[in-house]
């Protein structure tokens, strides 16, 4: 259910609607809006007595959301949500598209450093890379765990990039959310709801991958977990899914960016990278990802792909990152959205008067 505040109640009026919701053993979620504050309620197992909130000051109207994911969808919040990192000057869902590159896995101090200086010096405000990997075998590379998250923190305060990595359980969740901006759950773990609401308890965004065989329906109803718990900076993100098709390591469903955008307010993003598995496709499925108006791009940047650990053979050299984006560019400018320009000195602190 949804309580739709007036445009003009104040503060102590959607307390006392919270504070109500809460007495009667139900979570009460405000989400605040341009125009207006709506209150969706979780945790009723029937339907609840709309008189109970009808004649309460400030209150609009009590409506009953019809979809079985509600705080993600447009029902209860019509205007996107804009999640910000204003250490980084940069923002997912907003009018720029954000970019997020990086490594695979992060490897060493030297890598990641190589890494960063090219992706920051390319314009992206985001490096992403991971410091533990959900690996398809036992036997290879896992990650270097906490001093992998050391290195990502230590390029966050050097290049004053935010810092987007994978938690693969509820140990190393508490960890990435001490060093990180972003907390990745990947797409092995996209049904994983012990892992989902406790990143949902979380103080940082979740960007939550998509699963490799899950529907459009599954994929909401895993990010509502997430918000269910009271985290409502939550990022999707496409990375494809499992097909017949053979040419790539799966197929990029770039059909579910608006799919996502009629039913939810929460920003989609793309990764051409594991949507394609090989390193010739990345560009030109970046430039249709920011077609079909994806609110981000999360893209694997090695600076030396032969030699690395894991999904090097998708992993850009750090001059095609340039010209990838060069091209995303000019096509967000054609939707009248922005791709941050390249800087000169990524290593000078950054403010807003230096973008
Ligand atoms: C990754 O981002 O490196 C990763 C493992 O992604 P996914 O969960 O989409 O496979
Ligand atoms: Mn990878």
């Given at each position: 259910m949804l309580i739709v505040m007036k445009a003009a109640a104040t503060d102590e009026q959607v307390r006392a609607?919270?504070?109500?919701v809460e007495g009667l053993g139900l979570r009460a979620h405000p989400m605040p809006g341009a125009t207006r504050t709506a209150v969706g309620i979780t945790g009723n197992k029937s339907d609840i007595e709309t008189a109970t909130f009808d004649e309460m000051p400030?209150?609009?109207?009590?409506i009953h959301v019809s979809k079985a994911y509600k705080l993600v969808s447009r029902e209860v919040k019509d205007d996107k949500t804009v999640v910000r990192f204003p250490h980084?000057?940069?923002?997912?869902?907003?009018?720029?598209?954000?970019?997020?590159?990086?490594?695979?896995?992060?490897?060493s101090r030297e890598q990641a450093f190589a890494a960063a200086e090219r992706i920051a010096r390319a314009g992206a405000k985001f490096f992403?890379?991971?410091?533990?990997?959900?690996?398809?075998?036992?036997?290879?590379?896992?990650?270097?765990?906490e001093e992998g998250l050391r290195i990502m923190a230590e390029v966050r305060d050097h290049f004053g990039l935010a810092i987007v990595t994978e938690a693969v359980d509820n140990e190393s969740l508490d960890l990435v959310e001490k060093y990180a901006d972003v907390?990745?759950?990947?797409?092995?773990?996209?049904?994983?709801?012990?892992?989902?609401?406790?990143?949902?308890?979380?103080?940082?965004?979740?960007?939550?991958?998509?699963?490799?065989?899950?529907?459009?329906?599954?994929?909401?109803?895993a990010a509502e977990y997430i918000m269910s718990e009271g985290n409502y900076q939550v990022i999707?993100?496409?990375?494809?899914?499992?097909?017949?098709?053979?040419?790539?390591?799966?197929?990029?469903?770039?059909?579910?960016?608006?799919?996502?955008?009629?039913?939810?307010?929460l920003p989609i993003i793309v990764d051409p990278s594991h949507g394609t598995g090989k390193r010739n496709k990345v560009t030109p499925l970046s430039r249709a990802a920011v077609a079909v108006g994806a609110d981000g791009l999360i893209v694997e940047v090695h600076p030396d792909p032969e030699k690395a650990m894991s999904d090097g053979a998708q992993s850009l050299f750090p001059d095609q990152f340039d010209q990838l984006m060069h091209e995303v560019r000019?096509?967000?400018?054609?939707?009248?959205r922005s791709v941050a320009k390249p800087i000169e000195n990524p290593a000078a602190p950054v403010t807003a008067a230096s973008r």
């Open positions: 609607v919270c504070e109500k400030g209150v609009q109207e009590v980084a000057d940069a923002s997912v869902g907003g009018s720029e598209v954000a970019v997020i590159a990086g490594p695979c896995a992060i490897e992403r890379g991971g410091a533990y990997k959900p690996r398809t075998s036992p036997y290879a590379f896992q990650g270097l765990g907390i990745q759950i990947g797409a092995r773990n996209m049904q994983n709801f012990s892992l989902l609401k406790r990143a949902g308890r979380a103080r940082k965004p979740v960007l939550l991958k998509r699963g490799m065989s899950a529907t459009l329906d599954e994929f909401l109803m999707l993100c496409e990375r494809g899914v499992r097909t017949f098709a053979d040419h790539t390591r799966n197929t990029l469903d770039l059909s579910v960016v608006p799919a996502v955008q009629r039913l939810s307010h000019q096509i967000a400018a054609v939707l009248g």
